[in-house]
């Protein structure tokens, strides 16, 4: 079983930076965060894969959000600046052994979430 545990989530203001990080018990192929905003289907972020850390975003944090992987610590981690309070959700790490996909659906193993909240 593939257990992952994120945490980092918290309180910020318009435009503060924020790093959310997301350890897992054993690496897939693919690593993604993905968001969920109350009354809101969840929303792919950001996805990388493990070997050649292959990157993808969703057009709603492009040039904002940083997703990376440190394979020592078995960590992906999401660097997100110039925060909005668009932002505010519960953020997700999600983990699949195929390639990125933007689909929730796709994904086989989850963590229990780490909320943000963007306000001022």
């Known amino acids: 079983q593939v257990r992952l545990v994120e945490s980092g989530g918290r309180l910020a203001r318009p435009g503060d930076s924020l790093r959310i990080s997301c350890v897992i018990s054993?690496?897939?192929?693919?690593m993604g965060w993905f968001r969920q905003a109350p009354g809101k289907e969840r929303e792919f972020v950001a996805g990388?894969?493990?070997?050649?850390?292959?990157?993808y975003y969703g057009d709603s944090v492009k040039g904002r959000f940083t997703i990376s992987r440190d394979h020592t610590k078995n960590t992906v981690y999401l660097q997100m600046i110039s925060l909005k309070p668009e932002d505010t959700a519960v953020y997700y790490c999600?983990?699949?052994?195929?390639?990125?996909?933007?689909?929730?659906?796709?994904?086989?193993?989850w963590g229990q979430g780490t909320q943000v909240t963007v306000s001022s």
């Open positions: 999600a983990a699949r052994i195929g390639n990125i996909r933007t689909s929730a659906g796709a994904y086989d193993f």
């Open positions: 054993q690496r897939t192929h693919t």
């Open positions: 990388i894969t493990w070997t050649g850390g292959y990157t």
